[in-house]
DNA sequence: AATTCGGGGTC
DNA sequence: GACCCAGAATT
């Protein structure tokens, strides 16, 4: 293995840890799933949308998404000629729609500011011109700047996570928050060779997803099995799960749901509130999400004669 | 540091 | 039914 470069990491990874991260490499490369968004031809818009349809949504779901997306709007120029309610519609049903808002802004900051091309490429303010981007947080930053454009970037997704805090500290699932120990300790297995650092974060994160899942961990197909300190210590931490899941039925969520619902399926502005199929939800819970989807401008009142609504 | 923000597959 | 998913933005 050729030595890396004199610029010294910050921490030390012991040639025990290198061998860890190889074999998720390894792993990948044999095993990795064949995903649109990871095909050589794919573009950096490609991935920045996948990108942020990834976030909080399976990819299963997403895929038949992101091919009818990038058919109608293969670059940031196309989507930013659209408008938002056009989006929110093809956003479709994955799911907080908010996303799909900030990936239309998205569009037209990049055509604004960068010409209508992807920034991050660059060494040193990659990361900085992706994080002013509407939508996209440390992880997508980082993200993008790995898959899309290449380089070396600390990923750190809640798979990464998982499958560093069982394999090394033998924690069954990660903490609710990111300590700077935490991202300190990432950094330091993110290899210096920029296609090995990109292979580890794919690798990682597909590792995650695929096998050291958060439920039943396949640990025999697992790459780190003879090395995992969570599978030596019998797998403990699972059974305690005192996570308080947040209600569903009934929430503010799911009627902001049902009324955004309406509006992508009607083609012409909609009096939500005489409608049938919300008569079930109390009229002040469904004043307050309607006035909630104003103020996050996903709707509007388009029609104050009627009381009629539309996307934003 | 804690909340809010969808929706559906899976166990 | 509870849980989980390539998180981000706001307070």
């Not at 950096?44 to 998404?65: H, K």
């Not at 802004?105 to 011109?129: K, M, N, Q, T």
């Not at 469904?286 to 401008?297: F, K, T």
């Amino acid at each position: 293995m050729p030595k890396p470069p004199q610029a010294a990491p910050l921490t030390r990874v012991a040639p025990h840890d290198e061998a860890m991260v190889e074999a998720v490499i390894d792993w990948f490369v044999a095993e990795a799933r064949d995903l649109p968004w990871r095909r050589a031809d794919c573009t950096p818009w490609g991935v920045l949308v996948s990108e942020i349809m990834l976030q909080q949504t399976p990819v299963a779901r997403v895929e038949p998404v992101w091919r009818e997306w990038m058919l109608r709007w293969p670059t940031p120029a196309a989507l930013a000629e659209s408008t938002q309610a056009d989006a929110v519609r093809a956003w479709g049903r994955l799911g907080y729609p908010r996303r799909a808002q900030r990936l239309w802004e998205c569009a037209r900051v990049i055509v604004e500011r960068h010409g209508g091309d992807v920034p991050g490429a660059d060494p040193d303010l990659g990361e900085a011109e992706l994080l002013a981007l509407p939508g996209i947080g440390d992880y997508t930053a980082a993200a993008v700047r790995a898959f899309a454009f290449g380089e070396r970037a600390v990923v750190l997704d809640t798979n990464i996570r998982r499958v560093i805090g069982r394999a090394w500290h033998g924690q069954a699932l990660p903490a609710a928050h990111l300590t700077k120990r935490e991202r300190d300790f990432a950094a330091a297995l993110v290899p210096e060779v920029a296609t090995e650092a990109v292979a580890w974060s794919a690798g990682s994160m597909e590792l995650g997803a695929l096998v050291c899942t958060a439920r039943v961990a396949r640990c025999e197909e697992c790459p780190l099995a003879t090395e995992c300190v969570w599978l030596a210590a019998g797998k403990p931490g699972l059974e305690e799960a005192p996570k308080r899941t947040q209600a569903w039925h009934g929430s503010d969520r799911q009627v902001r749901g049902r009324v955004l619902a309406v509006l992508r399926e009607a083609s012409a502005p909609v009096n939500v509130t005489g409608l049938a199929v919300l008569e079930d939800v109390e009229p002040g819970q469904l004043d307050r999400c309607i006035g909630s989807l104003v103020d996050d401008r996903l709707i509007a009142l388009v029609d104050e004669q009627k009381g009629a609504y539309a996307l934003g």
